[in-house]
Nanobody, 118 residues
């Protein structure tokens, strides 16, 4: 079992920045990949969009709509992943979910709302 907790969402003006954090915990947690997905308003769970993925000891991957603006990274804190979002646009408005794959099983956080509006 693993638990993921996101933080850092909020309201920001177009062109602004936010940094999301995701902390994973669990006695047997060992991530092979950690990702950020987002679910825009009116979209179903099955329509969540992959925003960024970080493969443990591998590379990083981004959705086309965020390339050059968003950066996924890990920090000094264990089992923590960040999403730095710059030059935010209204179409980035969504609930952002952290996802981790640990020992072959996917886990999801509860989501954090990001709203980009003037």
């Amino acid at each position: 079992q693993a638990q993921l907790v996101e933080s850092g969402g909020g309201l920001v003006q177009p062109g602004g920045s936010l940094r999301l954090s995701c902390k994973a915990s669990g006695s047997d947690f060992s991530a092979s990949a950690m990702s950020w997905f987002r679910q825009p308003p009116g979209k179903e769970r099955e329509e969540r969009e992959m925003v960024a993925t970080l493969i443990t000891n591998g590379g990083t991957f981004y959705g086309d709509s965020v390339k050059g603006r968003f950066t996924i990274s890990t920090g000094n804190a264990e089992n923590t992943v960040y999403l730095q979002m710059n030059n935010l646009k209204p179409e980035d408005t969504a609930v952002y979910y952290c996802n981790a794959v640990s020992r072959g099983y996917p886990y999801w956080g509860q989501g954090t709302q990001v709203t980009v509006s003037s």
